[in-house]
T-cell receptor, first 117, second 110 residues
Framework: DAGITQSPRHKVTETGTPVTLRCHQT?????MYWYRQDPGHGLRLIHY???????DKGEVSDGYSVSRSKTEDFLLTLESATSSQTSVYFC????????????????FGPGTRLTVT | RKEVEQDPGPFNVPEGATVAFNCTYS??????FFWYRQDCRKEPKLLMS???SGNEDGRFTAQLNRASQYISLLIRDSKLSDSATYLC???????????FGKGTSLLVTP
């Protein structure tokens, strides 16, 4: 059990409004990730964090920002939601690199279904 | 070229059959390889890591061919509960992030 929760699980919002999604982990894992999943695209990385206050952009970061003020929480903010941001958002965590510095296994939260109307 | 490519399927097989999925990856420097399973409207779950020498977990066998840059997953004695989408995953250039294939859909029928 990865011990990751996401809130809210479902949200409908209007175009132009800011939205914040929360990811909370009960482990003390250093790495946390935000993905979006859309039909035909698979999972795409939005942002990730490699420590408190340490974040980096992923493949599809435009229109999104993140913050990590505590090890256990990783927030994703849509600054001004657009219909193209309607998606399922998954958070994941990882203990860190595996042997030889390789990326380690990631464990996912249950997802947030976001609809922007 | 996509980082990780998979045949989307669907693969429809009867219970008890053996089925194999392949995927190819573009980054020859990749060091981490995984198979994840995703059920409909659920989160991806780690099925198994893939090691250079190949590895087995019950009915599941994973193989890695670095020279050809492909990864395979073999499922023996398929069960109805194996019906899901299987995601091939490889670490990205950044090292700590992972690239996910779009998945291969498997449907096991009675």
């Amino acid at each position: 059990d990865a011990g990751i929760t996401q809130s809210p699980r479902h949200k409908v919002t209007e175009t132009g409004t800011p939205v914040t999604l929360r990811c909370h982990q009960t482990e003390n894992h250093r790495y946390m990730y935000w993905y979006r999943q859309d039909p035909g695209h698979g999972l795409r990385l939005i942002h990730y964090s490699y420590g408190v206050k340490d974040t980096d952009k992923g493949e599809v970061s435009d229109g999104y920002s993140v913050s990590r003020s505590k090890t256990e929480d990783f927030l994703l903010t849509l600054e001004s939601a657009t219909s193209s941001q309607t998606s399922v958002y998954f958070c994941a965590n990882a203990a860190g690199p595996g042997t030889s510095g390789r990326a380690g296994e990631q464990y996912f939260g249950p997802g947030t279904r976001l609809t922007v109307t | 070229r996509k980082e990780v490519e998979q045949d989307p399927g669907p693969f429809n097989v009867p219970e008890g059959a053996t089925v194999a999925f392949n995927c190819t990856y573009s980054n020859s420097a990749s060091q981490s390889f995984f198979w994840y399973r995703q059920d409909c409207r659920k989160e991806p779950k780690l099925l198994m890591s893939v090691y250079s020498s190949g590895n087995e977990d019950g009915r599941f066998t994973a193989q890695l061919n670095r020279a050809s840059q492909y990864i395979s997953l073999l499922i023996r004695d398929s069960k109805l509960s194996d019906s899901a989408t299987y995601l091939c995953v490889v670490n990205s250039n950044s090292g700590y992030a992972l690239n996910f294939g779009k998945g291969t859909s498997l449907l096991v029928t009675p």
